[in-house]
């Protein structure tokens, strides 16, 4: 695709991660030259992207990212996502979401490099959502709190910053690392019931189009604190009841719940979401669409 702003290099953090894989290949598309970090390197490397060896926890390794790195822009994707794992570890939940995003802030601190920052809609205490830009963060779990300190870092530290604040992610995972939404089809498929909450509401965000918000963000359209999630906000009822018809399932293979009943460690933002004042130009995928591309994607991969 011919690209319309000068071709920059970008170093993503989490390159093996859903959105860090997402990320990688559409910024290369895009002409950009692409640096991915990786805790461990890949066998093979993902064709395009230069891999480089990034531990959050160590300073060493993060110097010697940004210094063979040195990147024009870093969208910083890397995190401790288990939102269980964070509550019932929360120091080391703190090492590599807060600290680890400070550690790597301060190694490019006045190098000019600007820092894209991934954030999530769990800095929001989920009563009255969904949240804009505007509204002020409380987070009640270890996860939002993590990430939210990392925000506030963030923008102390580089002059020119953008904060995305995105809602859970629908795209495939690797295969020893399923994604929630291939959980629910894998148990509805193979162990049924299915077992869901009725009263926890979020954004479900296509991975295609957050990636290219972000690379509209890249490419210079887009500073500060944004929220990019797609624009439906259901309940996980309402979003397996989607993923149940589109199999060809019954309805009452779902057995509903209120999220209180799933004894789940973290608690979670229930009346969730986010809002935006400042739509990007990247056009939404509608839900529908998306799901009929993942579940093409979720065959194949199973295949
Ligand atoms: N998933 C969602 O629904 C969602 C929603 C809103 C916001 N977000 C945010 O979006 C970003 C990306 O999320 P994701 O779901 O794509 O993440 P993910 O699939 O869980 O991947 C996390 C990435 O972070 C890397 N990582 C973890 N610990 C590290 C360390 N100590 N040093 C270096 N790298 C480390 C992982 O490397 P390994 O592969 O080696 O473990 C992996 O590449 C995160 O910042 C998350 O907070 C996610």
Not at 158 to 167: E, N, Q
Not at 200 to 219: G, K
Request: charged content about 20%; overall charge neutral; glycine content about 8%.
């Amino acid at each position: 695709m011919a690209i319309d702003f000068p071709p920059q290099r970008v170093a993503v953090t989490g390159a093996s991660g859903l959105l860090g894989r997402a990320l990688v290949t559409a910024l290369a598309s895009r002409g950009h030259a692409v640096v991915g970090g990786y805790r461990e390197l890949p066998q093979p490397s993902p064709a395009a992207v230069t891999p480089l060896k990034l531990d959050l926890l160590n300073a060493e390794s993060i110097a010697e990212f940004v210094g063979t790195a040195r990147p024009d822009c870093v969208i910083h994707a890397a995190a401790l996502t288990d939102v269980d794992r964070c509550e019932r570890d929360p120091e080391f939940a703190l090492c590599v979401n807060t600290i680890g995003a400070q550690s790597l802030s301060k190694a490019l601190e006045g190098s000019g490099c600007r820092m894209i920052f991934l954030s999530t809609d769990y800095v929001f205490d989920g009563r009255e959502g969904p949240y804009d830009e505007s509204a002020v963060p409380n987070p009640i779990n270890v996860y939002g709190h993590t990430k939210n300190v990392a925000e506030e870092i963030v923008r102390t530290i580089f002059p020119d910053w953008a904060i995305v604040r995105s809602a859970s992610f629908l795209g495939i995972g690797l295969p020893n690392r399923p994604t929630w939404a291939e959980k629910l089809v894998i148990t509805m498929l193979e162990r049924p019931p299915l077992t869901v909450a009725t009263d926890q509401r979020s954004n479900i965000t296509p991975l295609e189009f957050l990636a290219s918000a972000i690379i509209e963000i890249v490419e210079g359209r887009g500073t500060g604190l944004r929220h990019v999630a797609g624009d439906e906000i259901l309940s996980r009822y309402e979003f397996a009841l989607k993923l149940v018809r589109l199999f060809g399932k019954s309805d009452d293979t779902i057995q509903a719940v209120s999220y209180r009943d799933l004894n789940r460690l973290a608690p979670r933002p229930l009346n969730g979401g986010l809002a935006t004042r400042f739509p990007l130009r990247t056009p939404q995928i509608p839900l529908d669409v998306a799901l009929d591309r993942w579940k093409t994607e979720f065959l194949q991969a199973r295949t």
